[in-house]
């Protein structure tokens, strides 16, 4: 591993024109869910986190309000959202500008999980206490804006790493 303060963030925007460009197309649900998985693992990985952004326990999983404030024009739920270049910078170069590690980590997250649907994202996110946790109190249905702990997603993905999960 590299040393880590080499380790740098990328922004959630450019990264989900990655995703969606390299692993798309997909629904808006399946979207933030890979998101949240290459932060969590990241954050558990490196100890340092790979986007800046705070994801909200919405009903349906992770939801990072950044992104979702940039689609939800283009994009219903379970609606197909297509690379498109929203940001218009050359995402491969951004995604470069990332160690070889950090990259190496990514795409070893997004093959795996790519080929999950959203709804199978979405239900393993529940079963998990970062959501479960940021969700205390609030019905299954509740709208909820909570803020899920980057502490608690760090250790639990550093648990299950650990473990070999």
Not at 43 to 64: M, N, Q, R
Not at 105 to 113: E, G
Request: some cysteine; charged content about 25%; proline content about 2%.
């Amino acid at each position: 591993m590299e040393e880590c303060k080499n380790i740098s963030t990328i922004d959630s925007i450019i990264l989900s024109d990655y995703i969606l460009k390299h692993y798309g197309p997909m629904s808006h649900l399946k979207l933030q869910k890979l998101l949240f998985y290459c932060d969590a693992y990241h954050l558990a990985y490196f100890d340092k986190e790979l986007i800046t952004d705070k994801f909200e326990a919405w009903v349906h999983g992770p939801v990072s309000r950044k992104v979702y404030d940039s689609l939800k024009d283009k994009s219903m739920l379970y609606a197909e959202l297509s690379y498109s270049n929203s940001t218009g910078k050359d995402v491969d170069k951004e995604f470069g500008k990332l160690t070889q590690d950090q990259q190496t980590l990514i795409v070893s997250i997004l093959t795996d999980l790519s080929t999950w649907t959203g709804l199978e994202l979405e239900r393993a996110t529940h079963n998990e206490r970062p959501w479960l946790e940021a969700r205390i109190g609030y019905a299954e249905a509740d709208k909820c804006h909570e803020i899920i702990s980057k502490k608690t997603v760090q250790a639990f993905y550093k648990s299950e790493q650990n473990a070999g999960v």
